[in-house]
């Protein structure tokens, strides 16, 4: 690839960057190179434009004005939740829930359909490479339930362990809470296989989609399952808003999350009934502006062709496996397979802690994250506290990896000469 126009035919990694401001700035007197797009990702001008016109425009609350600018709002609103639920071929919008963040909807789950559903000897089965996010929420649902936390293991390679999920799952198994994509390993789960088999035992599948959503066709009714949670924030659009699908029987059969203004159908003093489904579940103001940001970031994704970033995310992860496996004294964590894996890349380099890493790779402005990711358990499977992790999306480069690379070995000299010196 040269001067970073993409190989593949039809889509040109140096336009889609051209519609993202940010990606033009310099920090530290160096262009910017962010490699941290598992952790949030950056915004192109449709989705700032769309906030600044709602605010100068017609900036009023949603649902209840009979007035212009509220209906103008309303209008906009929903629409986007019509926009999400064709993105991930949702039957229907009031399968969508918006929410603040994945956090926040996996959190739905385990109140308004965990506290009625899981039981005192009940199971639910998670991974050992979750997100705290999709691991914390069922740890306390099952302390509060006195029900058993199950865990499918992580093999060497990075996958989980599926040979052993025939005795994992039992017909107690309420609930399998799964990544798609892990946001360190890259992996790309096989999730089908998993709600194949749940269904046979009448347990019912969540997928945290946080880190597939964002980066490949997502088909929630092909992969049939029952909840999918992911973030706005990593899929071009704002921060603030999160979606929850759900099939339509379990919204209709859950209890409310939230109480207040809303999510009500009427009010007595004593008691009250519910909005239909999707108002039941989003109770008070919404986040208005960045919902309706969400929309023009899940129209930008379409235009690109969530194949098109798929694949692209393929050729930039082959290129940049191909050259970190070549760094002495680096150990590559995750699969090698490309068509199951996602643009992560976690390491760690021979004597330098990652937080040196991400600081010497800051001073040449390539921003990388580095800490466990929210993984612990993870980072206690392959014995280290941390790592550095890179993570591509539709705008990164193959120069971009070059100066990952760069920075990498300038991480190695320094330390490398750190070392010497205390010896
Ligand atoms: N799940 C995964 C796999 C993630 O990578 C993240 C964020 O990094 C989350 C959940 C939590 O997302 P949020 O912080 O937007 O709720």
Request: proline residues 2%; contains cysteine; hydrophobic residues 45%.
């Given at each position: 690839m040269e001067n970073g126009v993409s190989d593949e035919v039809g889509y040109d990694v140096r336009a889609v960057r051209q519609d993202f401001p940010i990606l033009g700035i310099q920090v530290h007197g160096k262009p910017l190179v962010y490699l941290d797009n598992a952790a949030t990702s950056q915004k192109p001008?449709?989705?700032?434009?769309?906030?600044?016109?709602?605010?100068?425009?017609?900036?009023?609350n949603v649902h209840r004005g009979i007035y212009t600018l509220s209906e103008q709002a309303t209008a906009a609103y929903e629409n986007a939740r019509a926009r999400v639920a064709r993105f991930i071929n949702a039957p229907s919008p009031e399968c969508i829930i918006f929410t603040r963040n994945t956090t926040e909807a996996i959190n739905l789950v385990r109140y308004a359909w965990g506290a009625d559903n899981?039981?005192?000897g009940d199971?639910?089965?998670i991974s050992e490479m979750e997100h705290h996010s999709n691991l914390v929420p069922w740890q306390?649902?099952?302390q509060e339930q006195g029900a058993e936390l199950r865990f499918l293991r992580v093999n060497n390679?990075?996958?989980l362990m599926l040979d052993g999920l025939d005795v994992l799952i039992t017909e107690k198994t309420r609930l399998i809470a799964v990544t798609h994509v892990s946001n360190v390993l890259g992996t790309i789960n096989p999730v089908k296989g998993i709600i194949k088999k749940a269904h046979k035992y009448g347990a019912l599948v969540l997928l945290d989609a946080a880190q597939s959503v964002p980066h490949m066709p997502v088909d929630v009714q092909e992969l049939?399952?029952?909840?999918?949670?992911?973030?706005?924030?990593?899929?071009?659009?704002?921060?603030?808003?999160?979606v929850l699908y759900a099939k339509p029987h379990l919204l209709e059969a859950m209890r409310p999350f939230m109480g207040g203004g809303s999510m009500i159908r009427k009010v007595m003093l004593a008691?009250?009934?519910?909005?239909?489904?999707p108002q039941k579940f989003e109770a008070g103001t919404p986040n208005i502006a960045d919902v309706i940001a969400l929309g023009a970031a899940v129209d930008y994704l379409s235009d690109l062709g969530m194949a098109n970033v798929r694949e692209h995310e393929i050729q930039i992860t082959q290129y940049a496996l191909d050259q970190m496996r070549e760094v002495s004294g680096i150990k590559l964590f995750g699969p090698w397979e490309l068509q199951t894996r996602a643009g992560v890349v976690s390491f760690v380099l021979d004597g330098v802690h990652p937080h040196d890493i991400a600081q010497i790779l800051d001073s040449e402005a390539v921003a990388v994250r580095a800490g466990h990711h929210c993984c612990q358990p993870l980072m206690r499977r392959f014995n280290v506290p941390a790592t550095a992790r890179a993570s591509f999306y539709a705008y990164t480069t193959e120069e971009e990896i070059d100066a990952l690379l760069e920075g990498i070995h300038k991480a190695q000299r320094v330390f490398g000469h750190a070392i010497e010196r205390s010896v």
């Open positions: 001008q449709v989705v700032i434009d769309s906030l600044v016109h709602y605010y100068t425009r017609y900036n009023a899981v039981r005192a199971e639910i089965l306390l649902l099952a390679e990075g996958r049939d399952c029952d909840f999918l949670a992911f973030s706005g924030h990593k899929m071009m659009g704002p921060t603030g808003v999160g008691e009250s009934t519910w909005a239909d489904v």
